[in-house]
């Protein structure tokens, strides 16, 4: 039997913390903080992620996988999850099954056993066997790199196929999520009234060197610091660049 890779853990603890928050970390001089709203200048935009880099020079999805197949089925599972929760889940069903024939083998009830703490476990588990089943008819068993082939699959849309183009594949796309999308219209980054929208700004405005990386540190930052009812904004490298009027105070 070959050899499964180990499997890549999360590291969201202390170090992704204090990574996306900055951690007091000393960092360039701040400017002068806008008072206008509106679109961030390129200039920004290109500081700003200057900045999210230095702070962590390899940022990666918090989910755990060690295959394009287990990080697929992770996405699916997150739909209205958490990562933490997914991979609690993942971590009793990968050891068992880790393949789509495997999975197959399971079968649904048997899945759903594995993931039945994860919200929507019943559709979700309906939609993996169902994709299991077109990649190992269609695929041989293997994970396409294709948006098309990928959002063709039951349970995954674009976003999902985003994430593993990005992640497991190396392509610059971008997953808006919902951190994303409030990070995006919040800071000026990229406002847009809907999640395509954003998207299409982020890949116009964000330059070619951190697009790769781009969505992981949006949701860093969205996840941990710019969070929806109370921003950490004493904490935020790019408070600064920031055109949030309503900045927390610190």
């Not at 997953?175 to 999308?181: G, K, L, R």
């Not at 999640?195 to 982020?202: G, K, M, P, S, T």
């Not at 964000?206 to 860093?220: K, Q, S």
């Not at 935020?236 to 920031?242: E, N, P, S």
Request: overall charge positive; aromatic content about 4%.
């Amino acid at each position: 039997m070959k050899a499964t890779p180990p499997r890549r853990r999360a590291k969201k603890t202390v170090a992704t913390k204090a990574t996306a928050a900055g951690s007091g970390a000393a960092g360039p001089a701040p400017r002068k903080p806008s008072s206008r709203s509106g679109l961030m200048p390129a200039a920004d935009v290109q500081e700003m992620f200057v900045r999210l880099r230095e702070l962590n020079p390899h940022p990666t999805t918090e989910l755990e996988y060690s295959t394009p197949f287990e990080l697929l089925v992770a996405v699916i599972l997150s739909a209205q999850a958490t990562d933490v929760g997914v991979n609690k889940a993942t971590r009793r069903l990968y050891p068992v099954a880790n393949t789509p024939q495997a999975i197959l083998d399971l079968g649904e009830e048997g899945l759903k056993k594995h993931i039945a703490t994860i919200g929507l476990f019943n559709a979700k588990a309906k939609n993996v066997i169902a994709t299991c089943r077109i990649l190992v008819d269609r695929f041989g068993g293997e994970v396409p790199h294709d948006r098309d082939a990928l959002e063709a699959l039951p349970g995954v849309g674009r976003k999902t196929a985003n994430v593993v183009l990005n992640t497991a594949f190396g392509e610059p796309t971008m997953a808006v999520d919902t951190h994303i999308f409030r990070v995006a219209n919040r800071t000026g980054l990229a406002p847009g009234k809907d999640v395509r929208a954003v998207e299409d700004a982020l890949l116009r405005r964000v330059p070619a060197e951190f697009l790769h990386d781009a969505h992981h540190w949006l949701i860093l930052h969205g996840r941990y610091v710019c969070k929806a009812r109370k921003p950490d904004c004493p904490q935020c490298v790019v408070r600064d660049l920031c055109r949030f009027k309503d900045k927390t105070p610190g």
